[in-house]
């Protein structure tokens, strides 16, 4: 999997007259905020609910309404949440703060930070290809665009995502002709409601049952809270004992591969949804016997579409393969320099979604194993 590599150009201090990195993250001084910041701080603005850009203990908080369910399982009960419709204009300090649509998980958000005359967006993690789960990404023109490039490599390109769903039900239904039961592995928050929103858009009648570990079927919960219909689940741990698993499809997040919690499933077939499927090398690496291609993040193709819809005259880029596509953005003509952030893109959020104490990790005890 990717990281993010310090062998280009690094901002360490201003980004630029909004923004500077700090020991707690991306602060815009004249607003008085952090956005996605790293360590508690005194007003944190959010772009979305993985564990990476969304951490606890901080003051105040300030996120797009439609993901508000699932910032309060991340961030808890006590957190001091205040929420915003998408293109609602906010006051903050000396600048004029709004959210708009990132179309990476639900309640995703860009914030676009307007001062001095010049617009800045922070786009968080996004992707442009349609899901039914949250609102579709939206270009945002601004003089300053701070994008992720978690896949910012030319050889990650995504197939149209309806194909990948009916892939994965197509090999639902061999596995359960074989009588054997379906494990795919899917980061908790995101990728797994795409999935089974996916599922439920593509067929009328499902090929059998569909179970998900505890930490998935919380977070779908917390969709289902938000509005966002999703097909009948049952969590493992509620399936009586002499559960017939042949029928099923069963959605884990990554860390339970190799834990006793699988060992329920046998035999079972494995795969991996992610875009990382789209290196043959890391399905192997992985022992699974199917890798599907599906990203919440943008492809290579995407990153250039959104970098160039922006109408940015300058381009700052943070987790993935940043200083790729640094030099690939300079040979093209833009200005783009690398700066270091701690998100981790599409590796970070299985820890997102399934480590965080106090959130959705903690399984029922029945259902617990060391790897969840």
């Known amino acids: 999997m990717a990281a993010a590599r310090a062998a280009g150009p690094l901002v360490r201090a201003p980004v630029n007259e909004t923004l500077r990195v700090t020991e707690a993250g991306l602060y815009c001084e004249a607003g008085g905020f952090h956005i996605d910041p790293w360590q508690p701080v005194a007003r944190a603005l959010i772009t979305h609910a993985h564990g990476d850009h969304a951490r606890r203990d901080s003051a105040a908080y300030l996120a797009v309404a439609d993901g508000l369910p699932l910032l309060r399982a991340r961030l808890g009960d006590t957190a001091s949440i205040e929420t915003v419709g998408y293109g609602e204009m906010r006051r903050i300090g000396s600048v004029d703060v709004s959210m708009h649509p ?35 990404f939206e270009a945002v023109s601004c003089d300053a665009f701070v994008t992720e490039s978690t896949f910012g490599l030319p050889v990650y390109r995504w197939d149209a995502p309806e194909e990948t769903i009916r892939a994965i039900a197509d090999w639902w239904a061999a596995n359960r002709e074989a009588g054997v039961a379906s494990v795919l592995f899917v980061y908790a928050l995101g990728k797994a409601q795409r999935v089974l ?139 783009a320099q690398a700066v270091v952030t701690r998100f981790e893109g599409e590796a970070g959020d299985e820890a997102a979604s399934s480590v965080d104490p106090g959130n959705f990790a903690a399984d029922t005890p029945s259902d617990a194993s060391p790897g969840r």
């Open 197 to 335: 929103a996916g599922l439920q858009a593509a067929s009328q009648a499902l090929p059998g049952p569909i179970y998900c570990h505890g930490a998935v079927e919380r977070v779908n919960a917390a969709y289902r809270d938000a509005g966002v219909p999703l097909p009948t689940t049952r969590a493992v741990a509620s399936a009586p004992a002499g559960t017939d698993w042949t029928n099923a499809l069963v959605l884990a997040p990554p860390s339970a591969q190799g834990s006793t919690w699988m060992r329920r499933f046998d035999p079972c077939r494995t795969a991996f949804a992610s875009g990382w499927m789209a290196i043959r090398g890391a399905r192997r690496r992985r022992n699974l016997d199917r890798g599907f291609i599906l990203s919440d993040h943008a492809d290579w193709g995407g990153l250039n579409t959104a970098i160039a819809a922006s109408g940015a005259e300058e381009v700052f880029v943070t987790h993935g393969y940043r200083d790729e596509l640094v030099r690939w953005l300079v040979d093209q003509g833009r200005r």
């Open 102 to 136: 990132a179309g990476h998980v639900l309640g995703s958000a860009q914030i676009r930070i307007a001062h001095a005359g010049r617009v800045t967006v922070v786009s968080g993690d996004y992707k442009l290809a349609a899901d039914p789960t949250c609102v579709s």
